[in-house]
């Protein structure tokens, strides 16, 4: 069993900046991939940025050159940078993890809102 805590969220203007943070607790051993997701109201949950656990990202297209995505293993810990937030960025963000490749686990969310 895996424990996500998502924090960092909040209102912002459009052009700025959030960091989002997630701290892992429990069986962080079988963590192999890890990534952020995030859903709107009425919406399928969208998969934004990945890390494995050997250190390749990936990113949605809609994200590229604007957010970053890293992993600090000592601490448990997974950030997302996000830059140059646009309105069409507001959305609930999830932290995710896989377990061994197979399991899944998810947090609770946290909400990012950027204003015109």
């Known amino acids: 069993q895996v424990q996500l805590v998502e924090s960092g969220g909040g209102l912002v203007q459009a052009g700025g900046s959030l960091r989002l943070s997630c701290a892992a607790s429990?069986?962080?051993?079988?963590?192999?991939?890890m990534g952020w997701y995030r859903q709107t109201p009425g919406k399928k949950r969208e998969w934004v940025a990945a890390?494995?656990?050997?250190?390749?990202?990936n990113y949605v297209d809609s994200v590229k050159g604007r957010f970053t995505i890293s992993r600090d293993n000592a601490k448990n810990t997974l950030s997302l940078q996000m830059n140059s937030l646009k309105p069409e960025d507001t959305a609930v963000y999830y932290c995710?993890?896989?377990?061994?490749?197979?399991?899944?686990?998810w947090g609770q969310g946290t909400q990012v809102t950027v204003s015109s």
């Open positions: 995710a993890s896989t377990c061994y490749g197979t399991d899944e686990y």
């Open positions: 429990g069986d962080t051993i079988c963590m192999s991939a």
């Open positions: 890390v494995t656990s050997g250190g390749r990202t």
